[in-house]
């Protein structure tokens, strides 16, 4: 076997030496726009490199950490939702963030009522879910004001599948909590009735849908109706009567990680007046999130004053497999 | 042992000396184990584990692992009216793409050989520049192209019946068609070729009218030409992930591939539901290829004999070959111009809605694919990094198996070239599926250094073992044309195994291993499924970076980084090429004595 050692190992050599580098001091997993800029001034600022890993949609992401099992890359996940960070938590996936984390940061009223009691993850901002209206298409006197009224547009109602976003999963949950599941699952059937229009990808999508497509309304982040708003598109967002449920952008640390302490840097970098300035420094949905943070301003145009009703992050976990199971089988070809 | 016997197992063995005696067959086995165990670790157990999970569905149970037999992810598969529907489709996708791709495939291969056609230049390559562009980025163009504010509908050639239809079984058909119609075609070309001018020359001379000799004379002998078409094209569309991922996604027109893609990826993860889909589509796709390997060898030996000559020189002049031109130059306009510049405009513009207006031109895309530190910037260089290293490892270990193999003796041979053509089919998302088991699930593997889940290494290892069947299969078939009389005189002249591999077989066969190279390269750049589950968590390769981008409504971006990747790809192609031509001492025809 000797003869072939040189080639062999030639060719191993080659291999290593011609690999990119190996993974940074943090490995960051995330299915937020802003993530990348704030990776990269915190860098900038601290010097500790972060891989930042965007493996797609927020539900893509938390299908490679599931994948993954008990051997996780990550140190860090930053994702929308609240009920996927207290499944994650009670998996064992993800570990309280330590007090010390916690310690000098200064969130405001919002802030504190989103920081979990369990430490399932921290809170860096918020947004929610409305009414998209294509005002072009609907005239004001017929826009919706629940989420009820959008059966009157059955057939023309765009929709995220949950299983692909975070934000649709907050959604769908708070919908069924304050409908009740059985009726909230009626009165989807009764409303998702084209089902080009109810599995949709992204916020983009539904845009999309709505703007040059045959949708009419849809059900989308606040933030990504806003951010097409800013770009001065035919839409608004529309809060439903019944309340909103918020939405927490939330971050968790891994409980494998090796990298504490670059972990506990980061988050202090988020609170700071850097972070908050990067994470607000571009144009795309996530950007137009609301500021958790005692004497941050949100970016222009987006609405804070918003009456949100609060999740019951621990059935909304429980469920989260069955109701996205249920969904697809229900309206995803 | 006779001196007659003696050179007829040298022959047998190829270029390199075989075992003799009793020790043949122990060294044959030898021989042949590193081959074993490179297919067995790189593809054999990746697809064990994908399989075990269709019937052992608790085999990864994280808590309560569990190794009892369980069909019930395969009745949960054909139970569930989703997957079901998506089976359906990938079998009706594919018939219906077999037969349209057969056909038009089938009709270039004819215009392009029988007729002396205007602009051939423009016309003949475009089948290849076809078979190489990837599916995803043919079905993103069209997306460009025939979404309702797309090009087509800004240009008022197509209306909004039409863009919507598109989004359909017909769009699919329509955009798998254009794609893969090169496939049948390079078949047919094939048998065309090895049909002698005699059979037609007879039957003309019998009196018979040209529409009578293609019916009854040629129709006949390429039916096995076709028949292979339709087979390989219908594997093609059944194990293909880009357009899955993208047109039909959008489409809502779910297919197994995607189906496999989405249990696998995205929570909540159904492993054994990914391991029944993929077990259907393997068998769906053994039985076309066991079909395409009966077909193939009786195909054989109808259509070539000894006597053949060659096929006739298309003829100069012919009313016909206007109009005929006309008709290959619009296959080729769809096929490839028209998706191109949809690709270039979308590159060079700010807005889909925009249009090619003036005010809507920008060069912000491009920069931000050419500009050093930009993420598109960095997906290619990473890409192009893997896509190098691939080639290079895949086309090495190809050699120095090869060259194994050909000392080993033919049934080895024969063995590894079934092995090989078996690899070839197996689909690319169930591959980097078994990837994922085995480096997340099996203990041994959790924590192997190298190559390491989550790192750029088992992304290379995913490509190499995806390439190395077919590297091997064209190395081998070169490296068998050399005389064993080359490196016998190498050994006498004190050449160990290395330096005779090095010194003479390289040089001789240095064709075949840069046309693997080439191939793997290209590929791999374009590579979809393995580099969507493998991502490492050093960045993203190019093409699930640009599948990302166009579902975030960055196409622009997307547009521009698929052309600068096509560009530079094909750039580094031509400069290996040109830079190795001049050592081609020997091609692959023919034995060198």
Known sequence: ?333 | MTPSSSNADSSAAGAFPAARGPWRWQGQALAGLPVYAAFLLLVGLPLLTVLGQSVMPALFDPRHPDAAFDPSPLLRAVGTPRIAISILHSLELGAVVALAATALGATFAIMTARFALPFRRLIAPVPWFVFLMPSYLKALAWVLLMSPGGYLAQLGLVGPGLTHGFFSLGGLVFVHTLGLFPLPAFITGAALAGIGPELEDAARLAGLPRWRIWAGVMLPLLAPALALSLIATFAEVLSDFGLAATIAHQSHFGLLTYGIYIAASDYPTDFPMAGAQALILLTMILIVVFADRALRRQSEARLISGRSRAAPAPEAGGAWRWPVAAVALAIAGLALWLPLAAIIARAATATLGGGLAVANLTFGNLSDTLDRGAPANAALLRSLGYAGLSAGVAAGTALILAARIDRAGRSLRAAVLGLSLGAVAIPGIVLAFGYILVWNRLPLFQNWPFPHYGQGSLLVTGYVAAALPYCLIVILSAIQQLSPSLTEAARLHGHGPAARLVRIVLPLVLLAVLTAFLLTFIRTIFELPISQLLIPVTGSPVPPFVVKLFNHDEDGLAAALSLVSMAVAGGAAGLIWLALRPRLTFGTRGRVA
């Open chain 1, 1 to 333: 076997m000797k003869t072939w050692t040189a080639p062999a190992l030639a060719i191993v050599l080659a291999s290593t030496v011609a690999l990119p580098a190996a993974a940074a001091d943090l490995v960051l997993y995330d299915a937020l726009d802003f993530a990348a800029t704030v990776a990269k001034a915190f860098t900038a600022r601290t010097g500790i490199t972060v891989d930042v890993v965007e493996p797609g949609s927020t539900g893509e992401t938390l299908g490679k950490i599931a994948a993954e099992g008990s051997n996780p890359q990550f140190d860090i996940v930053w994702l929308d939702g609240s009920a996927v960070f207290e499944r994650m938590l009670e998996d064992g996936v993800v570990q309280p963030i330590p007090a010390a984390a916690l310690t000098g940061v200064a969130f405001n009223a919002l802030g504190k009522s989103l920081m979990p009691a369990n430490g399932a993850f921290f809170v860096t901002g918020a947004s929610t879910t409305a009414i998209e209206v294509n005002t072009k298409k609907v005239p004001e006197a017929d826009w919706p004001t629940s989420w009820a009224d959008l059966a009157r547009f059955k057939g023309a109602v765009a929709a995220k599948d949950p299983n692909l976003s975070g934000p649709a999963y907050q959604w769908l949950a708070g919908f069924f909590q304050t409908n009740g599941v059985d009726a909230g699952k009626l009165l989807l059937k009764a409303t998702l009735t084209d089902p080009a229009f109810s599995g949709l990808s992204s916020g983009g999508k539904i845009n999309k849908a709505i703007l040059t497509g045959d949708a009419k309304v849809g059900i989308n982040q606040d933030s990504s109706i806003i951010a097409k708003m800013a770009k001065g598109e035919p839409v608004v967002a529309i809060y439903p009567k019944e309340g909103s449920v918020a939405l927490p952008e939330g971050l968790g640390i891994s409980v494998n990680t090796g990298h504490m302490d670059a972990a506990m840097k980061f988050i202090a970098f988020i609170a700071s007046p850097e972070g908050q300035a990067a994470q607000k420094d571009g144009d795309d949905t996530d950007f137009f999130y609301i500021p958790v943070f005692e004497g941050v301003a949100a970016k222009t145009g987006r609405r804070t004053d918003i009456p949100f009703i609060t999740l019951d992050d621990k059935v909304a976990a429980a469920n989260e497999a069955a109701w996205k199971q249920w969904y697809r089988d229900t309206f995803v070809q």
